[in-house]
């Protein structure tokens, strides 16, 4: 049997058919479909805090404040080093004045 070829181009060449049906269709077809991904995204948007402290995640306010104290801690360590070498510096000093009092004994 050979295709028949509708000769009036104005009309649809499925002529109304189930999928012509689609287009009328208000919205978007995924809007109206429930997904896995949807859910889970509800999910995790009402329980967020309570996720983030049970599996004690970092945020970026926790960074932050790791952040601050890292630079404090750089610091004062850099302080205890120079008061280290200072320290080292006296008791130098002392050694050498503690072995010339010994040798004017």
């Known amino acids: 049997m050979n295709p028949v070829i509708n000769q009036n181009l104005n009309q649809n060449p ?3 058919s189930f999928w012509d049906q689609f287009s009328h269709i208000p919205g978007t077809v995924e809007s109206r479909i429930p997904t896995f991904d ?3 995204d509800a999910y995790f948007d009402r329980n967020f ?3 983030i ?3 004690d995640l970092v945020t970026d306010s926790d960074l932050h404040k790791l952040e601050t104290r890292l630079a404090t801690v750089s610091n ?3 302080g205890l080093y120079a008061g280290k070498m200072n320290i080292e ?3 130098k000093k002392l050694d050498g004045m503690i072995s010339s009092l010994e040798k004017s004994l």
Do not use: F, H, V
């Open 14 to 16: 499925t002529g109304g």
């Open 76 to 78: 004062e360590i850099s």
């Open 49 to 51: 805090s309570a996720i």
């Open 53 to 55: 402290e049970e599996w």
């Open 89 to 91: 510096g006296r008791a």
């Open 38 to 40: 949807k859910s889970l």
